[in-house]
């Protein structure tokens, strides 16, 4: 039967498991104990032949099962929490709504052991999100999807919440590698990615400022086409992730350089880029509104190119705001250089801003 569980490599029963059955068989230590190894590894690379709703019972209960063996504070088992890494893996392919209903648990779930005053086990529990992301990211998001913003947000709330230093490092490499491995493939994780980065650089220790400003930088230098390549409001989340660098207590040639970049970014914006990826995904979708040749009222003409009003609004705004706030910084290089890159942004090209934005 179609949405079913196969049964008969499980004790030579024929028939379907219920989601109740598959439920009790799970919470049941005692009996998972008691059946083969091959027999086991059998329920869950087989997972896939659950239903929509035994699948997001199956992965309730695992969780479950694994917060109960990692619970013991002196000898936590780790055989559960592999498991949700390979469920999670073999059912990646179902549809979309049955998929968010099973991350919906596991975000939880890795939030929770990620934050566990046990280092190793939260350890653990970062690098198998990491493994899992590694894996969603070989897939490529359709357009007009949000869900790799959804898949990160564990690292982000884990970053906020996590009181060891080590797993916010950790956190600040796994992201790290996602970018260098699977840039191509990030979309609508970029965001998550750099709420990641913006909530590091508000960080009390200074090694995590450093490591996170780093690989900021890298991004920004050797990957900013690929920001807003899908959705060009990513661009206003890299702003203002460099303010909050700009603001940081440990280093003030990383505020410096931050204010460098924000120089960059405005120079990208003057030129067009981000409108340029707007109007290429906007064509791909029969829409092309925004590439018309002549100049409106509601907007400016760049290299024959359409930007909105709201754009302006959208993206000049948070940062010409965040150099300006810039201004009144307490330290003289970092305000001198804030008003030095404010006045130079409005100088070259405050003729490209629309009439909203000097409103």
Known sequence: MRGTYDSAGIGGNTGTITSEQMNNLVSNLDMLEQVGSSEMNRIFTRSQKLNSEAIIDFVKALCKVSMEELRSTSDPRVFSLTKIVEIAHYNMNRIRLVWSSIWLVLSDFFVTIGCSENLSIAIFAMDSLRQLSMKFLEREELANYNFQNEFMKPFVIAMQKSSAVEIRELIIRCVSQMVSSRVNNVKSGWKSMFMVFTTAAYDNHKNIVLLAFEVTEKIIRDYFPYITETETTTFTDCV????????????????????????????????????????????????????????????????GELIDKDDHLYFWLPLLAGLSKLGFDPRPEIRESALQVLFETLSNHSHLFSLPLWE
Not at 275 to 299: F, M
């Open 240 to 303: 203002n992730c460099l303010i909050a660098f700009t603001n940081n207590r440990f280093n003030k040639d990383i505020s410096l350089n931050a204010i460098a970049f924000l120089r960059f970014c405005a120079t990208k914006l003057a030129e067009g880029d981000l409108s340029s990826a707007s109007i290429k995904t906007d064509k791909e979708s029969g829409n092309t509104s925004q590439s018309s040749p002549s100049k409106g009222k509601d907007g400016k003409q760049e290299n």
